[in-house]
T-cell receptor
Framework: DAKTTQPNSMESNEEEPVHLPCNHSTISGTDYIHWYRQLPSQGPEYVIHGLTSNVNNRMASLAIAEDRKSSTLILHRATLRDAAVYYCILRGNSGGSNYKLTFGKGTLLTVNP | DAGVIQSPRHEVTEMGQEVTLRCKPISGHNSLFWYRQTMMRGLELLIYFNNNVPIDDSGMPEDRFSAKMPNASFSTLKIQPSEPRDSAVYFC????????????FGQGTRLTVV
């Protein structure tokens, strides 16, 4: 399975931007980069995904390095509700065994008021 | 759609008993995943199905665990016999089998084996 590396924890202040890094040096050409987060006592929820280009949605932005060996999830203005564990996951082509979502340890984001 | 529905939400059982966890995926989704989460081991993928067929069950811990998907709208994860070390939160997730789609997770079943 393709592996990702994330810091164990990060801290931010409310209403400030947060940049969550992820390294994935063994990424293959067909792997998509997915981000999920897990709020306390809830199941994981999808945040964003991308392949090569930077992506924006209502929750966050995803910046992907040109060589695709790293990416950064950007929360533009952190709120207390963004405190969660954030997972960076590589997901392969649909239908095969590498299509599965394999979670690592993720980054625990703490947001200070 | 009500999302992925898991039942029961909480289950307490005695060691040695059979436990069955249930999952109803989002209508139209054809890929289903079972996960187990503990503090020690994090989120572990147990098994995943495409179009009701198990594709990868390499995460199933041992023969006491079995999973079935008899149709597109229902899946079960069974533990027989259960042991205290099976205590965990079990999540079910579903998605479309298509490039770059998101998976939707249920609220989980918290299993306690005493």
């Amino acid at each position: 399975d393709a592996k990702t590396t994330q810091p164990n924890s990060m801290e931010s202040n409310e209403e400030e931007p947060v940049h969550l890094p992820c390294n994935h040096s063994t990424i293959s050409g067909t792997d998509y980069i997915h981000w999920y987060r897990q709020l306390p006592s809830q199941g994981p929820e999808y945040v964003i995904h991308g392949l090569t280009s930077n992506v924006n949605n209502r929750m966050a932005s995803l910046a992907i390095a040109e060589d695709r060996k790293s990416s950064t999830l950007i929360l533009h203005r952190a709120t207390l509700r963004d405190a969660a564990v954030y997972y960076c996951i590589l997901r392969g082509n649909s239908g095969g065994s590498n299509y599965k979502l394999t979670f690592g340890k993720g980054t625990l984001l703490t947001v200070n008021p | 759609d009500a999302g992925v529905i898991q039942s029961p939400r909480h289950e307490v059982t005695e060691m040695g008993q059979e436990v069955t966890l249930r999952c109803k995926p989002i209508s139209g989704h054809n890929s289903l995943f079972w996960y187990r989460q503990t503090m020690m081991r994090g989120l572990e993928l147990l098994i995943y199905f495409n179009n009701n067929v198990p594709i990868d069950d390499s995460g199933m811990p041992e023969d006491r665990f079995s999973a079935k998907m008899p149709n597109a709208s229902f899946s079960t994860l069974k533990i027989q016999p259960s042991e205290p070390r099976d205590s965990a939160v079990y999540f079910c997730a579903s998605s479309l089998v298509r490039e770059a789609t998101e998976a939707f997770f249920g609220q989980g079943t918290r299993l306690t084996v005493v």
